[in-house]
């Protein structure tokens, strides 16, 4: 279990869990098509959870300055705690190629689909995340609500915390052999992702407090040139060349006010050199 001080005056709390149970089946297919020049995975997946470990914010307590005396005003203590979801199932199929369409050229990429849900979750603790902001934004907003005892929550059916439903990956690269021997490589390749949410509530009505995060597509480049031999090389590169801002991680907080994230990097560019000493 998860240890906490739930007081910071040295009064640690267990929060217990179970064990993940996890059934996977697989199939796969792999060839080589198009006289070799073609090499095709294709793979699809259906993955069922039980006692599925998920961690959620949780007010654990409150300061206590002396022991057994709540510091006012109240000053919540929050941290992730585990607990199990229940049941969840993941479907998916991924695709991956590797082509040579043309002498020196080279295509890869690959696609995924996924399907991941929560299919039940007794003892659901309920959403931690802005309720009272939510809440002043009206009853259809609110926060869902713990379990009542029933063992069924709102949460059944929504997508898995980082679950992306869609992603797809294509790049290329030609090599060019110049008269004196050596080697130059532009290489570019395109990343695109389908939106997901961050939490399990996949809240999205309210975009300020929203956890989603949207879809996008990134653009990294490089150009190589590899000298006679490979004696040594310099390569000039630009990564996510169109300087989208992309949310990467939900930072877990009981803060007011709106979601914090951590952040892709911006448009990074510069030239890089080796030397082969052998």
């Known amino acids: 279990g998860d240890g906490v001080d739930v007081c910071r005056c040295g009064r640690i709390e267990i929060f217990k869990f179970e064990p993940e149970e996890v059934l996977n089946y697989e199939l796969g297919y792999k060839a080589k098509l198009l006289d070799g020049k073609l090499n095709l995975l294709v793979a699809a997946f259906f993955t069922e959870f039980t006692n599925k470990q998920v961690s959620q914010f949780r007010t654990v307590g409150f300061v206590e300055d002396p022991p057994g005396t709540i510091v006012q005003p109240p000053q919540e203590i929050g941290t992730l705690v585990t607990s199990n979801a229940g049941e969840a199932e993941i479907k ?132 190589r040139y590899e000298a006679p031999e490979n004696k040594w090389a310099v390569e000039a590169f630009v990564y996510n060349a169109t300087d989208e801002r992309i949310q990467t991680y939900w930072v877990d907080s009981n803060q007011p006010g709106a979601p914090l994230f951590t952040w892709n990097a911006p448009r990074t560019w510069g030239v890089r050199a080796s030397y082969n000493l052998h």
Request: hydrophobic share 35%.
């Open 92 to 223: 998916g199929l991924e695709v991956e190629w590797n082509w040579i369409p043309w002498e020196n050229g080279r295509v890869t990429g690959g696609i995924g689909l996924l399907d991941a849900k929560f299919l039940s979750w007794p003892g659901y603790a309920g959403e931690a995340y802005f309720c009272d902001e939510r809440a002043d934004a009206g009853p259809e907003f609110e926060c869902v609500p713990q379990d009542d005892g029933t063992g069924t929550v709102d949460i059944e059916g929504n997508e898995l915390p980082y679950s992306t439903p869609m992603t797809f990956t294509l790049a290329y690269h030609h090599d060019f052999f110049l008269d004196n021997g050596a080697l130059l490589r532009p290489y570019a390749k395109f990343h695109w992702e389908d939106e997901m949410h961050f939490t399990e509530g996949n809240f999205d009505a309210i975009p300020s407090l929203s956890d989603k995060r949207d879809s996008f597509g990134i653009l990294d480049m490089t150009l």
